[in-house]
């Protein structure tokens, strides 16, 4: 389990997701930048298609109160529950490394 710098304390977190759309502009940019990221660290990563999310993702999404009002938005997953990281920009990679404690 990783863990990321959320709300000033160390966290577990078991998956990272990056939520996009087909006419989305930044989608391909920030796809890129989580992927350079976390290259060789090992962290999950799973893209997921706002138009086309599974109806468990989508329950844990409300369960934890995730609404996806813009794309990108990166998600991270902590024992079931989910916390927005980053919504309607593109991060820099040293955000996404320093957010997610990757050096």
């Known amino acids: 389990m990783r863990t990321y710098a959320g709300r ?3 966290i577990p977190f078991s998956m990272l997701y990056l939520f996009t759309q087909e006419q ?3 989608c391909p940019a920030a796809k890129a930048v989580v992927q350079e990221a976390l290259e060789g660290t090992g ?27 813009s794309t990108p938005s990166i998600v991270v997953e902590n024992e079931g529950s989910l916390e927005l990281l980053y919504s309607g920009k593109v991060p820099s990679i040293e955000d996404v490394r320093r957010s997610l ?3």
Not at 46 to 61: N, Q, T
């Open 24 to 26: 989305c502009v930044n």
């Open 43 to 69: 962290i999950p990563i799973k893209v997921v298609d706002l138009l086309d999310v599974d109806e468990d993702l989508d329950f844990r999404m409300l369960e934890s109160q995730i609404f996806i009002a």
């Open 8 to 10: 000033g304390q160390i």
């Open 101 to 103: 404690g990757v050096s």
